[in-house]
């Protein structure tokens, strides 16, 4: 990490007295312990400032009882308030996105706010909306970056439980629990360390992964008996959900988290893929395995983009219309998928 940044990062901290913590839309495990994470230990560094977190839209109730939670800003709840906190801001942290825009509606405040901007972050091809960049695709995860910010601006022991129980939510989740993007040692370095601080890290577990509600588990097993698609000659399987589908498992916000990872588990499938109506849009999430690039094909044909093996994008046309287009697409991939069998 370099140190001009992280000094920079310091005196930033230090000599505000009103700051910002923001990240992107559709919040997930990374982005909220990231965000959480660091809110605790900007408190200990500066105690006198005003700090706020701020999401664009609401986060999953399974990341609820995490330490703080309830102090998070909702956009999509507090409008006002949080356009006069983003005004005011000296210092504007950026965690767990690469582009003002992944903040949707929160872009024309971010944009327009004179704060000095600071992304810490672990996607590719990070934008130049920022005055420093902490940005490492190698990271597990943000999390994992913030344990190291925090480690080299006042070392580990400026770490809490709370610290800790957040960041490791944040790793804990963008590896699929040790699963992927976790070939470093570091990772586990930063984890030793976390776990030392005195967290229950089978408890959080339980915690994240075991709160399904009955509707979604069985919105799960429909995703799978009756919507899965399998695509043997591609190594594809794709899962779709229609408005109609998620009304009649009423559907929560995180319900269909993971679901697409199932499809992934197929034994010999490399690309898997789930797409879900939305209001006024197909949302699509992509994974694959190995070296299969998803965040190319996401930025490619479906406006988004995300990390190799995780990624997520739109599509403007009807479902039907949409997976006619995404399956005349795959031959253009064969060989790249097929390379990425084992
Ligand atoms: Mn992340």
Known sequence: MNHQNIANIRDRIQQSSSIVIVTHTNP????????????????????AASVKVIVPNEFPSFLKWMPAAEDIMVYQLNENEIIKYIEKAELCLCLDFNSLK??????????????????????????????????????????????DVISSISGAGALNQDI???????????????????????TYLAVAELIRHNIDSE????????TYSE????LLG???????????????????????DLNHFYHQNGDTEGVVNYALSIEGIVLAVLFTEKEDRIRISMRSKGEFNVNEMARKHFNGG?????????????????LIFFESILPEYQDDITKSVN
Request: charged content about 25%; aromatic content about 12%; glycine content about 6%.
């Open 164 to 186: 800790a129980s957040c960041l490791y939510v944040g790793i804990m989740t963008d590896t699929g629990s040790f699963s992927y993007s976790c070939r470093r040692p570091e």
């Open 203 to 210: 408890l959080i577990h339980r915690k994240i992964y075991d």
């Open 222 to 244: 429909f995703c799978l008996s009756e919507r899965l698609t399998v695509l043997k000659d591609f190594h594809t399987a794709y899962i779709y959900l229609t408005k109609d």
């Open 306 to 322: 995300g990390h190799k093996n995780a990624s997520g994008g739109d599509s403007f046309a009807s479902m039907s219309e949409t």
């Open 102 to 147: 992944r903040t949707d509606k929160l872009f024309p405040y971010l944009e327009a706010s004179k704060a000095f901007k600071i992304l810490i972050d672990h996607h590719p091809q990070p934008e130049n909306d920022f005055d420093v960049m902490i940005s490492s695709i190698e990271s597990s995860s943000t999390s994992e970056l913030i344990y």
């Open 215 to 218: 509707n979604r588990m069985r």
């Open 28 to 47: 997930d495990g990374d982005a909220i312990g990231s965000s959480l994470g660091f809110y605790h230990y900007l408190l200990s560094l500066n105690p």
